[in-house]
Structures are given as structure tokens and as C-alpha cells.
């Protein structure tokens, strides 16, 4: 099976930012066997976090943006691409 890798930018709310920091921390390492969460990252810039994970495909993605990343408290947008390794710099 050919995994995808994403990255979901985020957007969150100022004042409930020390709250969605601390549910981004809280998320499992797997979510519903079919979605890999690699790390979640303070981003500067536009975006305030990021997640970068790996898939079974795009539907499983978009399931977990919508149902698991878009409805923690604070998080205002998304923002999901998918992305293409062009070298791995260490093993998983």
C-alpha cells in the first residue's frame, strides 16, 4: 500500500490558543488505523501550528482534518496539502 503524507496548517483563535496547543499535544500517535500523525509544530508566519501526517489515501485525510483536527476548541482554519518526500533524511 503507498501511503500519502500531508501537512494541515492551522489557524487558531489567540485566546484559546494555550487550549488547541494543548489537544494538538494530546493527539494519538495513530487515529483509526489508517492515519499516522508524524509531529504537530509551532509554525511563524500566516499559520500558528502545523501537522504533518501520513494516510491510507485523501479521503482518509480529509476525514481526519474534518473530524479530528478542525473541531479542537480554538482551531479557526485549515489549510491541507498533500505532499511528495523527494528524499527521507531518517527512518521511521
Known sequence: ???????TLL??????AKNALKSLKALPKTWRNNTRIF???????????????EANDHDHAMNFVQNKISTIPGV??????????IRKYFRR
Open 39 to 53: 509531529y504537530v509544530a509551532n509554525v511563524f508566519g500566516e499559520w500558528d501550528n502545523c501537522v504533518w501526517f
Open 1 to 7: 500500500m503507498n501511503l500519502s503524507i500531508y501537512m
Open 11 to 16: 489557524r487558531v483563535d489567540r485566546p484559546k
Open 76 to 85: 479557526n482554519h485549515t489549510y491541507t496539502l498533500p505532499t511528495s518526500p
